[in-house]
């Protein structure tokens, strides 16, 4: 029996190894496979974000307007489409001069700051260690980059036709989509599950239509800022923060550099009143535009989705940072209302994060 004994506590670290090694090896290919997968699901949930906005401007101009659904799509995706071809007429010539001027004056401002940075022991460093990483031969850095631009380019207009497709038909007929998706559940739950569907689409729209609100807010303040600081490209400059606002925390950051390096062609003290602007800016984003957003959708922590931001560009890169804070919203609430009321029984989940926990002492 002791000998027994012996080999079997002798064998139990062996199998625990067994089991650790194990683990790692499932969580690496569940991993894997996700990140294999994800680029196709980010291209759908992107499509169903489109398909939820369109249905709902669609909705919104079917009840005012006494139409049918089908015509009101088609009256909706005209109008977005005429308005786009007005913006690209007439700001489309100027815009692309200043994106011209843009691209040839922030080497110049990356040069100039680079030679600032050499006046220093440790910048000097940095940049021999910048060019040591670029010692790769002319001809094959040319081919690479062409190969890799070639492959981005084709990537981006497949996704990009992909999600027009997917959310056209989405919101071409989204009763057959609902029902087909509420076959897959039991009878009994059939009823709860069209319920948690619609508050997620609802959401999402509510999220999506503020976003926009948000985005052009910070883009029209942004152009009359830099346009009163004397800040050329102007435009494109606001256009990019704009654009770089749908990603939240880090987009007003990588929009910033672009306007901070220019503001320094023209001195220290006026990229310093740029970064000025931009932080009031992004403060009136923050503390006025946002909790308004949020007060019809649902309150995401920062630092919830600074988390999520991370694990999706791990995930999928750039796309699945710009979906982050959308996906993070439809699973917010998917676990609020399948997990947290239907499993849990906590039906206080929505009267604000000061309100007292069931099943928890009141704190005095």
């Known amino acids: 029996m002791d000998v027994d004994d012996g080999r079997t506590a002798r064998a139990r670290p062996s199998s625990w190894a067994a089991v650790a090694i194990g683990t790692v090896a499932v969580i690496w290919l569940a991993f894997w496979v996700l990140k294999a997968v994800f680029d196709v699901v980010a291209l759908l949930f992107a499509g169903v974000l489109l398909a939820v906005f369109l249905h709902g401007i669609a909705g919104w101009l079917s009840r005012r307007a006494h139409l049918p659904a089908g015509w009101a799509l088609a009256v909706t995706v005209a109008a977005i489409v005429a ?8 700001i ?80 071409a007929e989204p009763a057959a989509y609902r029902r087909g998706l509420l076959r897959l559940v039991p009878i009994a739950r059939r009823a709860r599950a069209a319920t948690v569907l619609d508050d997620t689409g609802h959401i999402l729209r509510r999220w999506m239509l503020g976003k926009f609100c948000s985005m052009a807010a910070v883009g029209v303040l942004t152009w009359i800022g830099l346009s009163l ?30 306007a901070a390096l220019l503001g320094l062609l023209q001195g220290p003290a006026m990229a310093g009143y740029v970064i000025a602007l931009y932080l009031g800016i992004q403060l009136v984003e923050s503390y006025l535009l946002t909790p308004l957003i949020q007060r019809s959708t649902v309150a995401l922590p920062p630092g919830l ?28 609430v998917l ?30």
């Open 229 to 258: 600081l004397g800040i050329r490209l102007a435009l494109a400059l606001a256009l990019l923060a704009a654009t770089l606002t749908f990603i939240p925390y880090l987009g007003p950051v990588l929009a910033l550099l672009p």
């Open 305 to 332: 989705i600074l988390a999520m931001q991370v694990l999706l560009g791990a995930l999928t890169g750039g796309l699945g940072v710009v979906l982050a804070t959308p996906l993070l919203a439809a699973l917010v």
């Open 92 to 171: 489309a010539p100027s815009l692309a001069a200043q994106v011209d001027e843009l691209s040839q004056r922030l080497p110049e401002a990356a040069r100039r700051v680079a030679d600032h940075i050499e006046r220093y022991a440790w910048g000097r460093r940095l940049v021999e260690r910048l060019s040591e990483a670029q010692g790769l031969p002319q001809a094959r850095q040319a081919l690479l980059g062409a190969t890799r631009l070639l492959s981005t380019t084709l990537g981006a207009l497949t996704g990009v036709i992909v999600v027009l497709f997917v959310g056209l038909f989405l919101a």
């Open 335 to 364: 676990v609020k209302r399948v997990y947290v009321e239907d499993v849990l029984g906590d039906a206080t989940v929505d009267q604000g994060e000061g309100a007292p926990l069931p099943g928890l002492p009141e704190q005095r």
């Open 83 to 90: 308005v786009l071809g007005a913006g690209v007429w007439l």
